[in-house]
């Protein structure tokens, strides 16, 4: 097993590590606190290509490995995971058209998202959380048209995306087998954006309602076959929920770091904090969680570029790179006492941020789930 990341692997950690560090951090905790989605940073990164990760060269993204798109998400977890959502969710939201559409869909819609910017996953509803495979919203067959109504929520970007992948029952017989995908662009005037959440953590992310009010889609925008919506929605997770697992990583890494400049500073009893073997303890549990979140990210990323389905090793990935960012910000708000309950320091804001890993692309009960069942098959 080689340990090596590539010379372009490289790369990308550094640029991201770069340009988090310099145009990221100075506005993390103020975009965190109003709410705000930071267009000016999301046109940066579009300048730097972070919306052509996981999209092929040839329909003008990246084209680079998952690997080396976890490393990004990676890096921007670290300082901010509001931007870290935003990256690898809009990449998940590309991956039905690049897993799953026809070579006209590819070159008809990638190019635009991939070089501005933000495709769209839509499958949630108030009614399909984790049971995904119950959606209330219908698409109806009309000569070579579909007429969609109903709603999805907790979209994330949903009031700034440029373009939707869109998941809606059109056989409501056939059950998980008669749900359909289709690409809708923002300017459907079908497409309404209900109301944005407020949230406790990833606060800079525009969680969005989104409103199917008679949304008129070609037949020729659909993605796969009808009925293929479920397959192509659980492969597209796969992928997503290790984008997730390798910015929960980053969230983790950043506070240890915080605690560890925190603790060898901080004087109590005439000594340093961290010369106190209690504290040297929770350090080392927290170093070995991060290590082994990062190594089971790391491997499914590598397994996502290969042949077969891998959901087996992503959700271990997300579940352990989930559960890590948990334990590790509230063990880093811990070593900091008083100070790191406050907002002097971004500790409280990494735990409330680390939170949603446990949630989105799956709970950490669906991935015990996941895991479970192929253990057992
Ligand atoms: N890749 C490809 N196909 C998949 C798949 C995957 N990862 N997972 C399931 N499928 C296919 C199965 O092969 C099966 O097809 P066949 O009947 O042709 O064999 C079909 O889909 C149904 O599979 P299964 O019976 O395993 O699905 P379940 O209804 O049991 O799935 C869970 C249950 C909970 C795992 C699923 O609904 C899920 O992941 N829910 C969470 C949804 C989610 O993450 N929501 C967040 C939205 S984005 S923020």
């Not at 949903?158 to 409501?172: A, D, H, K, N, W």
């Not at 804001?349 to 949630?359: G, P, Q, S, V, W």
């Amino acid at each position: 097993m080689d340990f090596t990341f590539t010379e372009e692997q490289v790369l990308i950690q550094n640029m991201v590590r770069e340009f988090a560090e310099k145009e990221v951090k100075p506005i993390a905790a103020e975009i965190d606190k109003t709410h705000r989605f930071p267009k000016e940073t999301v046109k940066k990164m579009a300048d730097l290509n972070l919306f052509g990760l996981g999209i092929p060269e040839e329909y003008g993204g990246t084209g680079v490995d998952t690997l080396a798109s976890c490393l990004a998400y990676e890096e921007m977890g670290k300082v901010c995971a509001s931007h870290a959502t935003i990256i690898s969710v809009h990449s998940m939201g590309t991956k039905p058209i690049v897993y799953f559409g026809s070579e006209e869909q590819k070159k008809k819609y990638l190019p635009d998202v991939a070089k501005n910017g933000i495709a769209c996953f839509a499958l949630t509803e108030p009614g399909a959380g984790t049971d995904a495979a119950s959606q209330s919203s219908r698409g109806v067959r009309q000569g070579d048209k579909f007429i969609l109504n109903g709603s999805k929520i907790f979209i994330t970007s949903g009031s700034e995306g440029r373009l939707y992948c869109i998941f809606v029952m059109t056989q409501p017989d056939k059950g998980l087998k008669g749900i359909s995908c289709f690409i809708v662009k923002r300017d459907n005037p079908g497409l309404k954006i209900g109301q944005l959440e407020e949230k406790l953590g990833i606060c800079a992310s525009a969680t969005a309602e989104l409103v199917l009010d008679n949304l008129e889609v070609s037949a020729a925008d659909m993605i796969g076959a009808e009925g293929d919506g479920f397959r192509i929605a659980m492969r597209c997770l796969d992928s997503g929920r290790i984008g997730v697992a390798a910015l929960a990583t980053g969230i983790a890494q950043a506070a240890l770091d915080a605690a560890v400049a925190y603790i060898k500073d901080r004087k109590q009893f005439g000594k340093p904090l961290a010369a106190n073997q209690g504290l040297q303890w929770y350090v080392a549990d927290m170093a070995a969680q991060i290590e082994a979140a990062r190594l089971l990210t790391y491997k499914a990323a590598i397994l996502n570029d290969q042949p077969g389905r891998h959901s087996k090793e992503t959700a271990i990935a997300k579940l352990v790179a989930a559960n890590t960012a948990m334990d590790v910000t509230r063990l880093s708000i811990q070593l900091h006492g008083g100070i790191g309950y406050t907002k002097h320091h971004s500790v409280e804001r990494f735990l409330r941020d680390a939170k949603i890993t446990e949630i989105y692309e799956g709970t950490s009960e669906v991935m015990k789930m996941v895991i479970s069942g192929s253990v057992l098959a």
